[in-house]
């Protein structure tokens, strides 16, 4: 088989971060034992957070997180840096610097050339150079699927570490990139998106989230983190049961990427999409199809999702967009909800 006729999305089960356990099995898997031994480790997986994080007691604190899955598009280069720049996004969603990569490289050497697996390292190569920093290293596997992702160490001052707990009712919510990657992906495997819509889908999930090591030093960004497989509302769900407050949607607001709705209509709706709902549903106000395929969208790559203090919120929107981000909210913090329906979508 030639390169021209090697379509990645086609030897794997999933897509992206569609890829990811379902937050209700993961649950399951990782049960509640979350004791803490170390007093040092000053971030752990309890709240569900984007990486860990260790105090080196000079007021600088590791950040260490992995972050791998299957190929959500056919172009090996490409694949490689989306799944690059997804796993740095937890470095910068903890408001943290990238010192350097290691990768996580399984492929069907009997099934897929050399050359092609080689093309998708280069692509975690070229997005660990545009983060300044080096791909070091990794570890590989014979596989029945394409893997590939990488293992970041960051470093970020403890003062300005960011974490998914902290939201504060008042609070603005803020997302810096558009949702509808896991229906455009899924477009591509039906073999129904057109080629500019994959071309943005594609430039989107290979932008870094770099504007979070930024973000570190502002006045009143009480917790972010970055929307990836479990979609807007699983993440924000993880935000609001970690800072115990619940929070409203603003349907309308949301960023979408181009043609979203069209795809949805043209039954491209991955099955992470179900997933997710099933999983934190319950959690949810009710919600009308339309909704529901949006908010539970499976994101690879996605955005970082910001909540903000009032007081702070003229001085975020100054400073996001001198840094080119025209952002609006998407959302608010409220009270905790004394019901069950954590997340309200208007």
Same mark, same amino acid.
């Given at each position: 088989? %030639? ?7 086609? =030897? ?66 490409? =694949? ?12 910068? &969603? ?88 896991? %229906? ?17 889908? @594609? ?19 009480? &917790? @972010?983190?970055? @929307? ?10 993880? %935000? ?23 795809? %949805? ?11 997710? =709902? ?37 001085? =975020? ?30």
């Amino acid at each position: 088989m %030639i390169e021209k006729d090697i379509k990645l999305t086609e =030897f794997s089960h999933g897509a992206g971060c569609g890829c990811k356990i379902s937050p209700k099995v993961l649950k399951e898997i990782l049960g509640s034992n979350y004791s803490n031994l170390d007093s040092n480790l000053l971030v752990g997986h309890e709240s569900s957070d984007d990486a860990a994080v260790y105090d080196l007691g000079d007021g600088r604190a590791l950040i260490s997180t992995t972050d791998f899955f299957m190929p959500i598009v056919d172009n090996p280069f490409h =694949f490689g840096m989306i799944a690059g720049s997804n796993a740095l996004s937890d470095v910068y &969603a903890m408001g943290g610097r990238p010192l350097m990569a290691i990768s996580i490289f399984g492929w069907p050497i009997n099934s897929i050339s050399s050359e092609i697996g080689a093309k998708v390292i280069d692509g975690g190569r070229e997005i660990c150079s545009r983060a300044g920093i080096s791909l070091a290293g990794g570890h590989s596997i014979d596989s029945p699927e394409p893997i590939f992702g990488l293992s970041v160490s960051g470093i970020v001052e403890i003062k300005n570490l960011k974490k998914n707990i902290g939201a504060q009712p008042g609070d603005s919510l803020f997302l810096t990139k558009p949702l509808g990657i896991g %229906i455009l992906s899924t477009a591509q495997k039906k073999k129904v998106v057109s080629e500019t819509d994959h071309n943005l889908a @594609v430039d989107q999930m290979c932008a870094l989230n770099d504007i979070g090591s930024k973000l570190s030093s502002v006045e009143g960004v009480n &917790a @972010v983190t970055d @929307v990836t497989g479990f979609g807007l509302a699983g993440h924000l769900l993880e %935000i609001c049961r970690g800072s115990q407050v619940s929070a409203e949607i603003y349907f309308d607001k949301l960023p979408l990427l181009p043609n979203v709705i069209e795809y %949805i209509e043209n039954d491209c709706v991955p099955g992470g999409t179900i997933r997710n =709902f099933e999983s934190y549903g319950k959690n949810l106000s009710k919600l009308s199809e339309l909704e529901k395929y949006i908010v539970c969208d499976p994101q690879t790559s996605g955005g970082l999702l910001v909540s903000v203090s009032q007081e702070s919120l003229n001085d =975020f929107v100054d400073f996001m967009t001198s840094n080119s981000l025209d952002l609006e909210p998407i959302g608010k913090i409220l009270e905790q909800s004394v019901e069950n329906k954590i997340i309200n979508i208007k």
